[in-house]
């Protein structure tokens, strides 16, 4: 269960990172629902990560959140904001996933 919250609150930091993207784009009073967003799905990000933290070794915790929000943060510039898809990113993207995957499997 404690995973699970884990990955949840990974994937609350790839929506708050999603959020602050689009508050460069938007104006008023959309910019107000995007800067809400963000501040509850970093709040729900914070929470869930120390709940997770309670039974799951914080060097694990950390890095495995981060993980998350990191690849899901490039996936989400290069579906939404138009990132370059390159080689080497890709790369790299997948070496992280690699390491997360070995991180639990620890």
Do not use: D, H, Q
Not at 50 to 69: E, N, Q, S
């Amino acid at each position: 269960m404690n995973w699970i919250t884990l990955i949840i609150a990974g994937l609350m930091e790839v929506a708050f990172t999603f959020c602050l993207g689009k508050t460069k784009i938007a104006s008023a009073p959309g910019l107000y629902y995007w800067w809400g967003g963000f501040l509850v799905a970093l709040t729900l990000s914070m929470y869930l990560m120390a709940r997770a933290a309670r039974t799951i070794p914080l060097g694990t915790v950390y890095p495995v959140w981060t993980g998350i929000g990191a690849v899901g943060a490039v996936i989400v510039g290069i579906l939404f904001f138009n990132e370059p898809v390159t080689f080497w990113r890709i790369f790299f993207i997948t070496t992280l996933i690699i390491s997360i995957v070995g991180l639990k499997m620890l």
